[in-house]
């Protein structure tokens, strides 16, 4: 019997949790969520799946695991690079000396595959399942039954339905891998993550809102089903189990995705060479200011990137026109920021230096994204559903618990399920 169960469901609000359990769409996570604590937490900054699963698993915010994004620039140049297990700068929880045999699967942003004592199956974005599997002897079992490191996301352009199909047959594939390896040692922590959620919630989150479509049901029907994967892992656990769900941010609806480097563009603060397909590299000695995926904000700063010419001097008064102007913009008559964040203020670690400086926060209905593609302002996109900051979940149920603050954050996670290994490997 382990000694810790975690388990991460991707994108699934505290609220909607809460209401699916009460009205009978989620019956076995009635009880669960009755029998200990369900709390709204907040995700990372800004919300992104790499690093809001790297602050659960870690302890860190982005200062100190590194991770804030699916890609980054490699350091002193315009190469972007997708960010990987091998950018941590914080020990995962299952990395930790006298952590004991651990089964992590489908974790997000642990490929490739790093050594444990245990095994490991990495989350998206995970290249190749070959990478993706640590001991590689496991590999052949998982390819045998089919195993999936991410649904097929190009099914959405076939229809609704045949998306849906995907979502239920990989999610299947995944628990039945889970309860095979599970059966195989006497783990001490497993800590598995169910990633369709998310995926339906990006792509039917209208249909969710919308009671009268067609695909509604279907909404209700795939979180129905990952409600009787909760109810096949509970009736293996018993009361000496710590048990702990979480999600790395919260969802709501999406009306449009706003290219923030068109907006910088088009008041003077990017400015690109000519080139058929724009990346940084093309960006010219001028530019003020860029941006990268969802709401990161770079000065162009001297010493910092190849042909920045931003100096300190001047970093101060150029931030504090950046966030009056992204404040005030508006596209099609709608704001498409709430707040803007100074980096330094948020962020803290020996990483910290790495930092956006500013952090876009996107109002309501508003997406933002950082491609170097100025075609468009407002980007075409088949997603109506996007992450929140607020009202990611966080649920645990065990003894010997530390205490859940108040302002509940990703980063915190692992203080609340393991106070004690926690306290011992931040004095270490």
């Known amino acids: 019997m382990p000694r810790l169960f975690l388990l991460g469901i991707d994108g699934l609000p505290r609220w909607m949790w809460q209401q699916f359990a009460d009205s009978g769409v989620m019956p076995n996570s009635q009880p669960l ?27 860190e915010n982005s200062g100190g695991h590194n991770v804030y994004g699916f890609t980054d620039l490699i350091d002193g140049s315009y190469t972007l690079g997708f960010t ?12 930790r000396e006298g952590s004991g045999p651990s089964l992590i699967m489908n974790v997000p942003q642990t490929y490739p595959a790093q050594p444990l004592d245990g095994m490991l199956v990495a989350g998206f974005v995970a290249l190749d399942l070959n990478k993706a599997v640590y001991p590689p002897e496991q590999l052949p079992w998982l390819e045998d039954v089919g195993y999936q490191i991410d649904a097929d996301m190009s099914l959405i352009e076939t229809g609704k339905s045949e998306f849906v199909t995907e979502l239920h047959k990989v999610m299947a594939t995944r628990c039945e891998s889970l309860h095979h390896h599970w059966d195989r040692e006497d783990w001490q922590q497993i800590m598995f993550v169910l990633t369709g959620t998310d995926r339906l919630n990006h ?38 189990t710590t048990i702990a769900a979480v999600s790395d941010h919260g969802f709501a609806a999406q009306k449009i995705s706003v290219n923030l480097n068109f907006l910088l563009a088009e008041n003077g603060y990017l400015q690109l ?40 001097e001047q970093a101060e008064e150029l931030m504090q026109q950046l966030t009056t102007f992204l404040m005030s913009a508006e596209v099609n008559g709608r704001k498409i920021a709430t707040e803007v964040h100074r980096g330094k203020d948020i962020y803290t670690g020996s990483f910290a230096h790495r930092a956006p400086d500013l952090v876009v926060m996107p109002a309501t209905d508003v997406a933002l994204s950082g491609r170097m593609n100025l075609s468009e302002l407002i980007e075409p996109t088949a997603i109506n559903g996007k992450h929140t900051y607020t009202e990611s979940s966080f649920f645990v149920r065990g003894n010997n618990l530390g205490q859940i603050p108040d302002d509940m954050k990703v980063e915190n996670v692992l203080d609340v399920i393991m106070p004690q290994a926690q306290s011992l490997y931040k004095a270490a």
Do not use: C, N
């Open 33 to 59: 969520l009755s029998s200990g604590t369900l709390v709204p937490m907040k995700s990372a900054l800004p919300e992104v799946s790499s690093a809001a699963w790297a602050s659960i698993v870690t302890g």
């Open 84 to 95: 990987s297990s091998r950018t941590f700068r914080a020990k995962p929880f299952w990395q």
């Open 203 to 240: 792509y039917l989150w209208e249909d969710y809102e919308d009671t009268s479509s067609p695909h509604h049901q279907a909404f209700l029907d795939f979180y129905h089903e990952v409600d009787v994967q909760i109810g096949r892992i509970l009736e293996r656990l018993d009361d000496d």
């Open 273 to 312: 060479r000519e080139s058929k397909r724009p990346s940084y590299i093309d960006m010219l000695p001028v530019t003020q200011a860029f941006a990268m995926d969802p709401g990161r904000i770079y000065l162009h700063r001297e010493g910092r990137h190849p042909g920045g010419t931003v100096t300190d």
